[in-house]
């Protein structure tokens, strides 16, 4: 059974970091690409970014565009987030989730990815 567990959400301050981690189980992690999805109160769950199988390919959406990145380490299993320069509107539930399908290229539509974890809160103060 695959499990996901987010960890490394927290409350900071505008312009802030934090580091989120996804620990993964159950599946061949090295052969799925991952993504990382949020969503605020009374919105939509919204893309973050996505990264290959490999780790050689990654995609954000813009709003997050030079502040966060994405990153793998198929040893441990884990996929990260790197969040600076944090903003108010990056307030929300962060969830991670593994691709429906093996290899290929980095996809952000919710619809690809099939196991989700159970998401960690990200509070950003003004």
């Known amino acids: 059974q695959v499990q996901l567990v987010e960890s490394g959400g927290g409350l900071v301050q505008a312009g802030g970091s934090l580091r989120l981690s996804c620990a993964a189980s159950g599946r061949t992690f090295s052969r799925y690409g991952m993504g990382w999805f949020r969503q605020a109160p009374g919105k939509e769950r919204e893309f973050v970014a996505a990264?290959?199988?490999?780790?050689?390919?990654?995609y954000y959406t813009d709003s997050v565009k030079g502040r966060f990145t994405i990153s793998r380490d198929n040893a441990k299993n884990t996929v990260y987030l790197q969040m600076n320069s944090l903003r108010p509107e990056d307030t929300a539930l962060y969830y991670c989730?593994?691709?429906?399908?093996?290899?290929?290229?980095?996809?952000?539509?919710?619809?690809?990815?099939?196991?989700w974890g159970q998401g960690t809160q990200v509070t950003v103060s003004s």
């Open positions: 989730a593994v691709r429906r399908s093996m290899y290929g290229n980095t996809v952000v539509g919710i619809n690809e990815y099939d196991y």
């Open positions: 990264i290959s199988w490999s780790g050689i390919s990654t």
